[in-house]
């Protein structure tokens, strides 16, 4: 089955470490997504990247961090630095960058105490 | 920036009720998409809009691109318990195709 994975589920850490989030997917698209979800604020965009090693800051890319070593795949980094960081993310794919419906995966929830 | 505003917030309809959400943009839009995100779900994409003017259906969805391309409609008819969920537009822009998400609709049906 070709799709977007997202693993874990659900994510616990401790204030101040730094935690990574994986996104893999099977579809051979070229672009790939960070969106963060909080209530009532709608999906707003971490990181995107157009293609392999390279990669763009989104709307709200402070204390995160992201790498594109392979197609299938694009981590994410949320780092100390990250003020708010508990939230739901979602990884995203889709076959360009223009005019192309995006894949979203399960999405991680990710909770920071 | 582009700002995508989304309307209303919430809104609850006995079912068999009518449902609509409309989505307004700050600057002009190449496209506009529409995704379901079902309670505890991700965003499943719906349908995209590209020309002026254009209106698209699927079954009991209707979906309208606004004569500017600064606006657009969702529109339920007859609404049943499976349409329950969060609706978002989500505007393209001219930037890379980056799309701006509007902060959805909360549709809750009662039986």
């Known amino acids: 089955d070709g799709g977007i994975t997202q693993s874990p589920k659900y994510l616990f850490r401790k204030e101040g470490q730094n935690v990574t989030l994986s996104c893999e997917q099977n579809l051979n698209h070229d672009a790939m997504y960070w969106y963060r979800q909080d209530p009532g604020q709608g999906l707003r965009l971490i990181y995107y990247?157009?293609?392999?090693?390279?990669?763009q800051k989104g709307d709200i890319a402070e204390g995160y961090s992201v790498s594109r070593e392979k197609k299938e795949s694009f981590p994410l980094t949320v780092t100390s630095a990250q003020k708010n960081p508990t939230a739901f993310y979602l990884c995203a794919s889709s076959i360009g960058m223009t005019s192309y419906e995006q894949y979203f995966g399960p999405g991680t929830r990710l909770t920071v105490t | 920036g582009q700002q995508v505003m989304q309307i209303p917030q919430y809104q609850h309809v006995q079912e068999g009720e009518d449902f609509t959400t409309y989505c307004n943009s700050s600057t002009t839009l190449s496209n506009i998409q529409w995704y379901k995100q079902r309670p505890g779900g991700h965003p499943v994409f719906l349908i995209q809009?590209?020309?002026?003017?254009e209106v698209k259906k699927q079954k009991r969805l209707t979906f309208q691109f606004g004569e500017a391309k600064k606006n657009s409609s969702l529109h339920i008819t007859a609404t049943q318990t499976t349409d329950v969920g969060t609706y978002f537009c989500a505007g393209g822009g001219t930037s890379y195709g980056k799309l701006t998400f509007g902060q959805g609709t909360i549709l809750t049906v009662h039986p």
């Open positions: 990247s157009q293609i392999v090693n390279d990669f």
């Open positions: 809009l590209v020309k002026s003017g």
